[in-house]
């Protein structure tokens, strides 16, 4: 029988991200962005993945999966957090797990840019942190979590699926809400959560209309609100929340993110050039007063050119955040060069 601790230990001892198991397949581990197959591990068949799901999901989320086909929740070790997802793909269970550290690190730890720690302590506002998945979103947001919790005293609600970094209180009081388990929707534990009196409310992931519009109104009526988006840039992160509403609402939603949008941070996480890990490149779109007005007239393309020239602000794109890696030696040309999102524009950069 296949012991799922047994591969999870061998998961935190090459220092990976992420564990996919599948049927009649050798474990891959992600290890700083890579996938790596393990041949000398045991190769699970139909019955092992069973058993493995058995090994890591209680009775109530077995009943889920088997309802559903479909599940995320944790999973706990005394070494670590593990994020799991199941699912089903040629008539077989596929398991993903992804390792969550025990401590909730710093936003200097993670080498994120300044203005993020200002991002966190604001009073109200709505901040988004954008990019691809595996791109390090959850963890930038426990970074600016617990940046609140060690900085001042506020009250923190948290809506996560599943609870993934599991915070300490210090200075501010935190109450972690997972979906599925303690409300049944992030549209509904926002709802329920502006009568809790919060200062902060993070929001996991704004995957739905009824969630977006519930954020929206959070940040509206007072609260900083922390979220998450799946777009590649941050100007793209204002056009996606405005394009789920239908036509007749747009103008509206417009108006609510130009009174709300505090900042974007849109991130990749890129080798470093000494092949110890990832470094987090970050573009921020900070929403000044010229940005707001952007925003009302949907111009959004022309937030490039204010984030290129806004950098008294904390602002800075994609191309100016590889370039200063690259400058600083933390990643290679290479794969700046590869990260890049004009080319032309990065040449220039380079050129000086």
Known sequence: MIRIEQLLQGM??????DLHLKAGHPPVLRIHGRLTPQPDWPVPDERDMEDLLDQLAGPGEREVFD??????FAYEMEEARFRVNVARQRGSIYLTLRAIPRVVPTLAELGLPQVCARLALLPQGLVLVTGPTG?????TL?????????????????LEDPIEYIFEDRLSVITQREVGS??????????????????????GEMRDLETIAATLTAAETGHLVLATLHTP???EAVDRIVDVFPAHQQAQVRTQLAMTLAGVIAQ?????????????????LIGTPAVRNLIRERKTPQMVTVMQT?????????????HDLYRRRLITLEEAQTHATDPDDFRRLLRG
């Open 310 to 322: 806004g950098r008294e602000h904390g602002m800075q794109t994609m191309n100016q955040a590889l």
């Open 233 to 235: 840039s941050a100007p």
């Open 67 to 72: 309802r559903e086909w479909e599940l995320d």
């Open 182 to 203: 303690d409300t049944h929707s992030f549209a509904t534990g926002l709802k329920y959560a502006l009568r809790q009196d919060p200062d902060v409310i993070m929001v």
């Open 135 to 139: 791109c390090g979103k959850s963890t």
């Open 142 to 158: 426990a970074a600016m979590i617990e940046e609140v919790n060690r900085t001042v005293a506020r009250r923190v609600v948290t």
């Open 12 to 17: 935190l001892e090459q220092s990976a991200s």
């Open 268 to 284: 990749r996480l890129i080798p470093r050039a000494d092949g110890a890990g990832r470094v987090a490149a970050c573009e921020v």
